[in-house]
């Protein structure tokens, strides 16, 4: 497989801040990415060198093996970019944002948009100011996927939207995702969605990529462990994988990543009365990860081979 | 059957599809073959990756519970046992005695324990011969 998306060693300063830092992402053809991180861990900055709108202030990036510095006109019309809150030229209608658009590109799907405004029940005439924000959502989708583009780079496309649309938008994006060889990268703040349609998942953590591997991987490596002592539980606890510990009375909590049997020998040489491993949620495991005190925590990225053999283990 | 996916649980997408179509097989919801909906049905349906939706029938087609014809789809299988009678009623012996921890526990008499059983048996499809292989 090809890597659609390549950075090497990308970074950005603003003023004295790093805001990202010597970052190595690469995203395969056919996958779907996400992309995450808690506000100004670096996500849209990145997009953003990706896409040129930032330069970076070091190394580099690739999209569909070409320079973002040199791409060719051609090689830009295979990607496609929504970008955080949909803006569209509010002046204009929905059908005269559609010619607009189309009139950038030599390949364009009419009858693609046309099916995505029937069955949202969007019509040409719409003025683009007068439009809801899930509205807007559909409209940049259907400008987006009208070239039939290759790689789509989405920044947090469903930011703002309601239950309802914001299933819609997810729908649509699994109908992309169903014409082979499409690769996408996109950002999200709602983890539940990011479960649904991602195989992979980047955590950025204060500009540093800390988390690079498959979704289900993830979640399933990130443990909560519950340890119960006869008298007040240890206040500093040294291990390898830990991210986060609190002590409260007789009770010692660890967030751990990558648990296994090393670790676990750590944890039963505490002397612990009982050891209770708690599974998280991915919400759950990304709150419990990305709190933790960044500078000591631990780098993840695994892959692919070793996580059917992780996964596998859990059957009954 | 319909499946159904929950992302605040703490269990995978792909485990609840397994386990699912597993509880559904054994209730008899779901018969020897019976077709699944394919990979790309379920993954819109369900609005979750079509890998993920693959991964979970890859994992019932190796345990047995599935199998896929190139082209035609994926069906419940017959029922089929790798394993010795004698090491399937061991499984089954440990599930049973942590049933019954429970229930001690919980404080129920054993004619109550037995009645319960009794009970639920039938809403679960058994076979009638105990179960043919090695």
Not at chain 1, 24 to 37: C, P, S
Not at chain 2, 114 to 133: E, H, P, S, Y
Request: hydrophobic share 35%; glycine share 8%; aromatic share 6%.
């Amino acid at each position: 497989m090809t890597d659609v998306i390549c950075t090497t060693r990308l970074t950005k300063h603003y003023g004295t801040n790093r805001v990202v830092n010597c970052l190595d992402l690469r995203v395969k053809q056919g996958q779907v990415y996400g992309f995450l991180g808690r506000n100004g861990a670096g996500k849209s900055t990145t997009i953003k060198m990706l896409l040129g709108m930032v330069r970076p202030d070091s190394g580099s990036a690739a999209l569909l093996g070409e320079s973002v510095d040199s791409l060719r006109p051609q090689t830009r019309e295979r990607i496609a970019y929504i970008a955080e809150g949909h803006p569209l030229y509010n002046w204009m209608t929905v059908g005269e944002a559609i010619r607009f658009t189309c009139s950038f590109y030599t390949q364009w799907n009419g009858t693609l948009v046309e099916q995505i405004l029937d069955h949202f029940e969007l019509s040409p005439r719409q003025k683009l100011r007068r439009l809801s924000n899930g509205q807007r959502a559909q409209v940049s989708l259907a400008l987006a996927v009208a070239p039939e583009p290759e790689l789509l780079i989405l920044d947090d496309p469903t930011l703002g939207l309601d239950t309802v649309v914001r299933r819609d938008f997810l729908e649509s994006l699994i109908q992309i995702i169903h014409r082979k060889g499409r690769t996408i990268l996109f950002s999200s703040h709602i983890l539940g969605d990011v479960e649904r349609v991602a195989d992979r998942i980047g955590v950025m953590v204060g500009g540093v990529l800390r988390v690079d591997c498959p979704t289900d991987h993830f979640r399933e490596s990130v443990k909560k462990l519950v340890l119960d002592f006869p008298g007040p539980a240890p206040e500093e606890v040294e291990c390898k994988g830990l991210v986060n510990q609190w002590t409260r009375g007789s009770q010692l909590e660890l967030v751990l990543v990558g648990y296994d049997e090393e670790q676990r020998s750590a944890v039963e040489s505490l002397e612990p009365r009982s050891i209770q491993v708690i599974d998280l949620n991915l919400e759950e495991a990304f709150i419990e990860y990305t709190r933790g005190r960044k500078r000591s925590l631990p780098l993840f990225a695994q892959e692919e081979s070793h996580d059917s053999s992780v996964g596998d283990q859990g059957a009954a | 059957m319909q499946f159904q996916c929950d992302t605040t649980s703490r269990t995978p997408i792909y485990r609840q599809l397994i386990d699912q179509a597993r509880t559904a097989v054994a209730r008899g919801q779901l018969r020897p073959g019976d077709r699944l909906p394919s990979v790309r049905q379920l993954s819109r349906e369900l609005v979750v990756n079509p890998n993920t939706v693959a991964r979970a029938y890859t994992e019932l087609e190796r345990e047995g519970v599935l199998v896929t014809q190139q082209g035609r789809g994926a069906f419940v299988a017959e029922p089929q046992q790798d394993l010795t009678k004698k090491a399937r009623r061991k499984q089954l012996l440990e599930k049973l005695d942590e049933l019954f921890v429970e229930a001690v526990h919980l404080g129920f008499s054993a004619d109550e324990l037995l009645a319960m059983v009794q009970d639920r048996i039938k809403q679960f499809a058994f076979t009638a011969t105990g179960g043919n292989g090695p």
